[in-house]
């Protein structure tokens, strides 16, 4: 097989966020020889170019993609649903697409029955981040080390040549490639990230009105709280679509968290609490030794 780096010679990225941006930048720092082609607002554009992220940019999707040999989306959910239509005329049959949504049954559904396999279609989603969005914030290092889900839409795909290429260009950048079903994805990250950025971002906001009035004094916020809210300065804009298109999950998620909080409620003067405290340090054993 050619290499990544020789293989895909265009790359087009379009929306040049937190992802987009790094996914530039990465491959500038991997020593991809080829052009990294940017779609997104013109002030961002610059931004971008600036950067580094990318070597030339194009406000216009048909453009961008005109020749592209993969396509990386890396807008927010609903925005990638919009654009697939586009994309089956616009790319190139022989292309790749690509996309870094966090919720992936809906997206790898509509894929399939707009796109066929002409260009192929891969679902996407690194498990990585920060909690601040925008270009401003690209890394070319976000990817190290940090687990690519890959969702097929089929699983003959896996056997394309655009895919095994694309899975050596992750490894290239860093990343760990993890291929899951699009369903399981959607099931496990409910409760893995979804329902952890919900739980941020409600503590914080019940503390911002318990403390409206002055009677909880933030002074007294230490490491602890920090820590748990970090994930509260994510934008309302991604996780709109997220809580869309993963909302039965999500759901199911939750409700088991208010169950677990109404039995730790009933339990806090007895020794049943003790159980979920060791239940909760093994697991957290256990992540230590996943990473």
């Known amino acids: 097989m050619d290499s990544p780096k020789d293989f895909f010679q265009r790359v087009a990225i ?23 082609v940017g779609c997104d607002r013109p002030e961002i554009l610059q931004r971008a170019l600036a950067k580094g992220a990318v070597d030339e940019v194009a406000e216009d999707l048909d453009a961008t993609v005109a020749a592209a040999d993969l396509v990386i989306l890396a807008t927010p959910v609903g925005a990638i649903l919009d654009l697939l239509p586009r994309l089956r005329d616009a790319a190139p049959k022989r292309a790749l ?5 966090s919720t992936k049954r809906l997206i790898c559904q509509r894929a399939h029955e707009i796109l066929g396999e002409e260009p192929l279609f891969l679902g996407g989603h690194p498990l990585a981040g920060k909690e601040r969005s925008g270009i401003e914030q690209a890394d070319g290092e976000l990817f190290q080390n940090a687990r690519y889900v890959l969702t097929p839409v089929a699983p003959a795909h896996t056997s394309d040549i655009r895919v095994k290429t694309f899975m050596t260009l992750l490894e290239a950048v860093g990343a760990r490639p ?4 699009a369903s399981s994805h959607d099931r496990a990250v409910a409760f893995l990230s979804h329902l952890p950025q919900l739980v941020s971002s409600g503590l914080a906001s019940l503390v911002a009105e318990e403390s409206a009035g002055g009677q909880l004094p933030l002074e007294l916020a230490a490491a602890g709280f920090r820590d748990v809210t970090r994930l509260a300065e994510g934008p309302y804009s991604v996780w709109r679509d997220i809580c869309l298109t993963n909302i039965e999950n999500i759901q199911r998620a939750l ?3 208010i169950e677990k909080l109404e039995s730790m409620k009933v339990h806090l003067t007895d020794r049943e609490l003790e159980h979920d405290f060791k239940q909760a340090a093994k697991l957290r054993e256990k992540l230590r030794g996943l990473s």
């Open 14 to 36: 379009i929306g040049l966020g937190l992802m987009g941006g790094s996914w530039g930048l990465a491959l500038k720092r991997c020593g991809f020889a080829g052009r990294r």
């Open 97 to 101: 697409i690509t996309d870094v949504g």
């Open 178 to 181: 993890y291929v899951a079903e």
């Open 255 to 257: 409700e088991a968290l």
